[in-house]
């Protein structure tokens, strides 16, 4: 018994340097990690539900490296065919250069990849976890735009996605990096959601002087112009121009109304009879009797009289003579009535005007009816249709 002891234990010992020699550069090697890890965060899918599209992130430290790896786990629903992928990403590249990882999807003809658009380090764990792994997100205004191009088929369509990334390894010289999987969405006809993941790649990435003595910082590229918008400013600058020019129409408008010929229609003159009898009316009316201005009276009325002989028959009657008015009265056809009272009429006022008679009250009003019964006796006559010639009403 003692014996079986003293055998096992030396055993014992002998295997133990065996085994820690085996067992020593798993250790170092640290834990392996899945077979589909890092990448998933780093592309945000734009999926309408967020808890779907982080459903295949996982997240795992690994306890010797301390470096953070974002798995990416396929999500296929149950019945579902997984559609074929071809990947293609260049073995080698240079350093702050992108590499394009491109992959074509055949698929449904009524699902889409990346339903809500690819949108590259909107996760800032998942760029950091890329980080980590020797790789950056570019810029999409830098050169290096994410592609999805779609080609649809009978009963299925394909789909090419470009997907770059800038290697940038810690070290220089010579390095060899693995881009982790990268997660490929894709919506189902039904709005379920599918996850493809990419395979791992590797790359062997040159530093670009690594060939050249003393190498010098290149310069920095030059700034680009400012691309922001401003739509309110945008909104106003056209609100304004459009006022502008509708204030400049209106002003054009409002200047031709204004410049615009006028017409205007004047209503038919007053009848001169009627205009006569007014105004001898008025002076009946006036107080100039009763104030003894008996001599201003009378010539109103001469005025009156002479003013209305030349509107009714077509001469001045104010600025012509007695006499010019009599050989003008005799010429009229058919005859003026009353032609012989009508020039006894002027007479006598020329002689109270000219040979300065005072008439008195009774001689003035005794002037204002004789002028008043000149006017109605001359007030012309509205024909009369003759009855003889009218056609018989009712008869046919």
């Known amino acids: 018994m003692k014996a079986r002891l003293v055998a096992s234990l030396g055993l014992g ?101 990346f339903p809500g658009g690819v949108k590259l380090g909107s996760d800032e764990a998942a760029a950091k976890a890329l980080k980590e792994v020797g790789f950056i997100i570019p810029d999409a205004d830098g050169g290096a735009p994410i592609l999805i191009e779609t080609r649809e088929g009978s009963a299925s369509a394909t789909t090419k996605v470009t997907l770059p990334f800038v290697p940038l390894p810690k070290d220089g010289g010579r390095n060899q990096l693995d881009l982790p999987p990268m997660p490929i969405v894709i919506a189902r006809a039904n709005g379920d959601l599918m996850t493809l993941c990419t395979a791992r790649h590797h790359i062997v990435v040159e530093d670009p002087i690594a060939n050249e003595v003393e190498p010098k910082v290149k310069p920095n590229p030059p700034a680009r112009s400012q691309r922001e918008q401003w739509d309110l400013a945008k909104q106003v600058a056209i609100g304004l121009a459009i006022g502008l020019l509708l204030g400049v129409a209106a002003a054009f408008l409002f200047r031709w109304y204004r410049r615009r010929p006028v017409i205007v229609i004047a209503p038919p003159p007053r009848l001169p009879w009627l205009t006569a009898l007014d105004e001898l009316d008025a002076i009946r009316r006036s107080k100039l009797i009763a104030e003894d201005r008996t001599a ?83 007030i012309p006559v509205a024909p009369v249709a003759d009855v003889g010639t009218m056609p018989a009403g009712g008869s046919s």
């Open 13 to 113: 010992l002998l295997a133990a340097p065996l085994l820690a020699l085996v067992t020593l550069p798993a250790l170092a090697a640290g834990p392996t990690p899945p077979a589909r890890d890092a990448g998933a965060g780093a592309i945000d899918a734009g999926a309408a539900d967020p808890v779907e599209a982080d459903a295949g992130v996982d997240l795992a430290t690994p306890a010797d490296a301390g470096s953070v790896w974002v798995s990416c786990l396929e999500k296929i629903p149950p019945g579902v065919s997984r559609p074929s992928m071809a990947e293609s990403f260049p073995a080698r590249g240079m350093s702050g250069y992108a590499a394009n990882l491109e992959v074509t999807i055949t698929h449904g003809g009524g699902e889409t990849v």
């Open 296 to 378: 201003e009276y009378f010539d109103r009325v001469s005025n009156c009289v002479r003013k209305y002989l030349g509107a009714r028959y077509g001469f001045d009657g104010l600025e012509s003579t007695t006499d010019e008015m009599r050989a003008v009265l005799k010429r009229i056809r058919p005859q003026v009535p009353g032609l012989k009272r009508i020039s006894v009429f002027l007479e006598e006022c020329d002689l109270v005007k000219f040979a300065r008679a005072v008439p008195d009250g009774e001689a003035c009003l005794e002037a204002l009816a004789r002028g008043e019964e000149i006017v109605r006796t001359t």
